[in-house]
């Protein structure tokens, strides 16, 4: 099994900053993809942003320019750094991991982390 483990979420006043980390753990063996979603009450869950093995990002419209996602393949770990927060990005964040694990035979694997709360007053 593949485990993802989030931090950096919390209470931030409109136009601060915040960075989301998630650190993925187990018997990996490649990762393709990172990205991370949201979810605000009483919508579904929407892609923020996602960079691949081969470093191409893609941004959500509503955060470009202020939302960068950066990876570190050393310890398995994507971030999100978020800029100019408005109160509309308030939000669950969840980060999504795909890729192989497995020592000796390998498996695909799609992991979702347990998700964490930014929250932007205005």
């Known amino acids: 099994q593949v485990q993802l483990t989030e931090s950096g979420g919390g209470l931030v006043q409109a136009g601060g900053s915040l960075r989301l980390s998630c650190a993925a753990s187990?018997?990996?063996?490649?990762?393709?993809?990172m990205g991370w979603y949201r979810q605000a009450p009483g919508k579904p869950r929407e892609l923020v942003a996602d960079?691949?093995?081969?470093?191409?990002?893609n941004y959500a419209d509503s955060v470009k320019g202020r939302f960068t996602i950066s990876r570190d393949n050393a310890k398995n770990t994507v971030y999100l750094r978020m800029n100019t927060l408005k109160p509309e990005d308030t939000a669950v964040y969840y980060c999504?991991?795909?890729?192989?694990?497995?020592?000796?035979?390998?498996?695909?694997?799609?992991?979702w982390g347990q998700g964490t709360q930014v929250t932007v007053s205005s």
């Open positions: 999504n991991v795909r890729g192989k694990r497995g020592v000796f035979y390998f498996f695909d694997f799609n992991s």
């Open positions: 960079i691949t093995s081969g470093d191409s990002t």
């Open positions: 187990g018997s990996i063996s490649s990762i393709n993809y």
